[in-house]
Structures are given as structure tokens and as C-alpha cells.
């Protein structure tokens, strides 16, 4: 996305790189192992000392979208993502609101088939977990195309309210940054320069 939108070299160079990782044309050693330099990445040897390099003044920038638009870290897993998510909002502060997605089946026959417990368990590729834990002030990212090319999949947002059934985030990213979301009715609502989901 970098390279479309900027026309990024060095965003551009990165992106070769993981493609030829990914299409396993990385060159191996003996033991069919390759070897990333420090101009690709930074080896850390823990989560918190990958947290603490990719946010290392996240107190002091919480207010700097350019500065957190610049920070992303990937994971392999939706476990791992969440592991990552959690210790990242302890640094933040504030408290944590918690949102449960439906896990009601509607076919009455169904019921036996598909325990809530199990509802609940699934952690599907795409899909936010059951439980969405977050801050006022914590960056997220749109999973979903809701009006392309304004609010599509990939764009950033930071959290500026955390209701009830509803998450009021501020356009980061993007062709709408600093813009007003076009909508007036629900399913989402907007104030000023901010813009609703519901949960």
C-alpha cells in the first residue's frame, strides 16, 4: 500500500524482499535457513523487546497520528495478536472496555449443534475475536470495506470514545483523513471530524 499511495522505493524494496521470502526465492545456508539483514528487520528475542522497540515513546506520541501511522507490528496468529494488543494497552492509559460480539445461534435446532463455549473459542482469520478490548486512544484497523476508497480494509483509525454498543474513531489513514465521513444515518454516525462503528 505504501508503495501505490507514496510511491515508497524503500517501502517498494521491503516488499520485493517479503515476496521472495514468501515465494521461497531467499537465498538458504546449509541447514535451508535465511539470513535477514539488519536493513531488512531487527531481530528481537521476545514480544516486549519487539514492543518496546516499535513503540518505545508511545506515551509520549498517543496524540502523534503521523508517528503512530508509521508503527505496525504483524502476527502470525490471532493469539498471538491478542497477546501483542494486551501488553501494548498497558502502557496506555486509561480504562479497558470490553465488547462481546453475538454468540446467540438463531435457529433454535441449532442449539445443540453449536455451544456458546464453542461460539466463543473461535478464532477464525479475518474475524475479531470474541472479546474486543480497547482504549480510548489506541489505533485500530478497519477490517471491513464500508464505503471504498474512504473506509476500506487497511485503514487506520484511533479510538476517540468507547460507548456502550458503539466505538467512535478519528480517520488516520487514507484518502478521508482529516475529512468528515459522509453519514448522516445509522449505521453510523458522525460528529465533527469522528466517525461511529457499531459493535
Known sequence: MGVQLHNDVQSGQYAAALLKIGEDRMAKDGNGMITLDREFCNVVHNPDDLNNFVYSELLTN????????????LAPTNEMVGQINEQIMSRVEGDIVEFL???????????????????????LSGVPSHK???KVGVPVLLMRNLDAPRLCNGTRL????????????????????????????PPYTHNSDRFAIPV
Open 62 to 73: 498517543m496524540r502523534n497520528r503521523d508517528w503512530l501511522c508509521e508503527r505496525a507490528i
Open 101 to 123: 460480539s453475538v454468540d446467540t445461534v438463531m435457529d433454535t435446532e441449532q442449539v445443540t449443534s453449536y455451544p456458546v463455549e464453542f461460539l466463543n473459542s473461535l478464532e
Open 132 to 134: 474486543l478490548r480497547l
Open 158 to 185: 484511533q479510538v476517540t470514545h468507547l460507548g456502550r454498543n458503539i466505538v467512535k474513531a478519528i480517520i488516520m489513514t487514507g484518502m478521508a483523513k482529516g475529512e468528515n465521513p459522509p453519514y448522516e444515518n
